[in-house]
């Protein structure tokens, strides 16, 4: 169980809303699109901060403007996943950006383990810091 | 008609030219009206404020000769040298809208002054400023004198490494997209020990800040010495990110009295894994330029708080204009710096500060006159700044903030976070509640300006900190007009 406010991992744009509905996530899927964004849908069971890549849904579904058709590959993954950390992403190509614009959470596991911080005292006052992914204890497939 | 006044008026040449003696300016070759404006020339714009009855040509060339070859009289020297080439040439003076005659503020005039690129040493910001600000200034010829803006041409800009992280890498490091980053300055400024600071730090980014941050003047006093102050910060900036699993920062002011205490401080921060550390401007601007090589030699972000702008910026008619800041800025290779709020309580004109953040983040910016942009400038790639609006701002102006400032920013809530009635965890998660909230509304195409409010209001009805945070500052604003105006507004219709 996590202490934040929420209780819950809060990375992404929208994890300090309710968790959004179908029709929110299409909305934001619109919003990509209108933008010229190309989505992809990404899944993990290891949400550490620092976990740059989360398994990929397939690839990013550049020639996919159907925001009906995107929302069903996150219903896929989903199914797929149930209990898995699942992210919608954008990408952008224009000169300048070439990165990620859009990331969301729209899947996590009933249980959020949450993560602990081990101090390794060192010289002096000096301490290094590592953060610990409860769910990593178990191997991958166990998790959640 | 340009010919004749170039013939008769503004050059001599050969022996009269170098006679021993007083020359205006003008004569001297500072002045050519039919100039033809090269690529690879920097160009700087100057509002001039002559004194009565002079003429504002002859300060033109006057600043123009001043901040390049000139002195006071005549030097036969020059005549060793490709002198032409290195004057610069005043080409173009305009009267200010809405100044002189029939009305109430006196005569002003926009100078354009053309540089040729190879006055000045690559890579320096100091060397360019040198020339540009270092001796103009105080002529007791001008009354008053404003830099209000720079053409910087593409060849100089390459010779700068510009910021050291940049918005797109910042926020891959981050692993934050698609919205405003959120921040906070750690308040009291002065007397926290570095037990009590790192709890402040602690609860505002469990709560659900991306950032907290050392104010301009926390450097390493007798209530709280350095080594402490960066402990203390970032067990609660460990500690805050396994708690959300979020990446988190804090701002690790780094400002000292010498470039090698700075090293220091700079090199323990980094042993203690923080992704940012912080100066001020009025370290100079190589000590800057020195901090930014580190900060990309070392995987750090780089923040700059502008301490001390506001003495050469704020006023219109002397100091420089703070886009040229910004610029020099970016050169310079800071990630971040403070550039306005628009809502909040420091100086800010929506339309001057729309053209301080495209100068931050754009790759190209056009000519705005509106935005008081005077020059289209290239950025040759050259990473982008991330602005950050700081000062006197709330949950409950969200949709302005959003509506004004865009997804690149950092909004720093620091009493808007810290002054929360129910602590400050709870006017973090106020912060972020309120931040997404606008996203999402806005990403489903909601017109967030007119229903900014009510979205809020919508979120406050789950969100009991919100809810505390809106009904604390409802009526708090800060109409104040603003002493940095556009001169042109959308309506005007003018000779450029």
Redesign the interface.
């Known amino acids: 169980m996590?202490?934040?406010?929420n209780g819950i991992?809060?990375?992404g744009?929208?994890?300090?809303?309710?968790p959004l509905t179908d029709t929110?996530i299409t909305?934001?899927i619109k919003?990509a699109l209108s933008r010229g964004w190309a989505l992809s849908v990404e899944y993990t069971d290891d949400?550490?901060?620092?976990n740059?890549y989360w398994e990929m849904f397939g690839a990013p579904m550049f020639d996919l403007k159907d925001p009906a058709g995107i929302l069903m590959e996150v219903n896929n993954c989903r199914k797929t996943f149930p209990n898995h950390y699942i992210r919608v992403?954008?990408f952008s190509s224009v000169?300048?950006?070439?990165?990620?614009?859009?990331?969301?959470i729209v899947n996590r596991p009933k249980n959020e383990p949450?993560?602990?911080?081990v101090?390794q005292e060192t010289e002096g006052?000096?301490?290094?810091?590592t953060?610990?992914s409860y769910a990593t204890d178990k191997p991958e497939g166990e998790r959640h | 008609m340009a010919n004749q006044l170039s013939n008769n008026e503004t050059m001599k040449e050969g022996a009269d030219r170098y006679k021993a003696g007083v020359l205006p300016y003008k004569k001297m070759g500072y002045w050519q009206p039919d100039y033809q404006v090269k690529d690879t020339d920097l160009l700087a714009m100057f509002r001039i404020t002559p004194h009565a009855g002079s003429d504002p040509e002859e300060i033109a060339a006057a600043v123009a000769g001043e901040s390049s070859t000139a002195t006071w009289t005549v030097v036969w020297t020059d005549r060793l040298t490709a002198c032409e080439m290195y004057r610069a040439k005043a080409y173009r003076v305009e009267q200010v809208p809405n100044t002189g005659e029939g009305t109430k503020i006196e005569a002003q005039y926009f100078a354009y002054i053309a540089y040729e690129l190879d006055l000045f040493e690559g890579g320096s910001i100091a060397n360019l400023t040198a020339s540009i600000i270092g001796n103009v200034f105080g002529m007791k010829a001008v009354k008053a004198l404003r830099l209000e803006d720079m053409r910087i041409p593409v060849a100089y800009l390459k010779t700068f490494q510009g910021p050291a992280t940049g918005v797109?890498v910042e926020?891959?490091r981050l692993?934050k997209?698609?919205?405003p980053l959120l921040g906070a300055t750690t308040k009291p400024k002065l007397g926290l020990s570095g037990r009590n600071y790192g709890r402040v730090v602690y609860e505002g980014l469990?709560?659900?800040l991306d950032f907290m941050k050392d104010d301009e003047n926390i450097n390493s006093q007798a209530f709280m010495h350095w080594?402490d102050r960066f402990?203390y910060c970032?067990?609660a900036v460990?500690?805050a990110?396994?708690?959300?699993?979020?990446?988190k920062g804090h701002y690790l002011n780094v400002t000292a009295g010498t470039m090698e205490e700075m090293y220091k401080r700079a090199e323990f921060a980094k042993?203690?894994?923080s992704v940012i550390i912080m100066i001020d401007l009025v370290i100079g601007y190589t000590a800057i330029q020195s901090m930014a090589l580190w900060a990309r030699q070392n995987d750090m972000i780089l923040h700059l708080h502008r301490a001390g702008n506001s003495t050469y910026s704020r006023q219109k008619n002397h100091g420089m204009n703070f886009r040229v800041i910004c610029k020099w800025m970016r050169m310079a290779g800071v990630d971040h710096i403070h550039a306005g709020t628009v809502v909040g309580k420091l100086e800010g004109d929506p339309a001057m500060i729309r053209g301080f953040y495209d100068t931050l983040l754009d790759?190209h910016t056009p000519q705005n006159l509106e935005h008081g942009l005077f020059f289209e400038q290239d950025w040759a790639?050259l990473n982008?700044c991330m602005p950050v609006a700081s000062g006197g701002i709330h949950a409950g102006q969200m949709h302005q903030l959003l509506t004004y400032l865009g997804d690149d920013v950092i909004l720093q809530f620091g009493g808007g976070t810290i002054g929360h009635p129910q602590g400050i965890?709870?006017g973090a998660?106020a912060n972020?509640?309120a931040l997404?909230?606008m996203?999402?509304a806005r990403?489903?195409?909601r017109d967030i300006w007119n229903e900014g409010p009510q979205i809020l209001q919508d979120?406050a009805k789950?969100c009991g900190?919100l809810r505390a945070a809106i009904d604390t500052w409802k009526d708090i604003t800060f109409n104040y007009e603003s002493t940095d105006t556009a001169d042109f507004v959308p309506t005007a219709t003018t000779s450029f």
């Open positions: 996590m202490t934040n406010p991992v809060t990375q744009q929208f994890s300090f809303l309710p929110q909305a934001q919003y949400p550490h901060p620092r740059t992403m954008a000169r300048g950006v070439e990165s990620p614009t859009m990331s969301y949450g993560f602990g911080l101090r006052r000096n301490i290094r810091y953060i610990h | 797109i926020r891959e692993d997209f698609g919205r469990k709560g659900g080594r402990l970032m067990d460990n500690k990110s396994a708690a959300t699993g979020e990446v042993q203690l894994g790759d790639s982008k965890q709870a998660q972020r509640v997404e909230a996203v999402l990403n489903e195409g979120a789950w900190p």
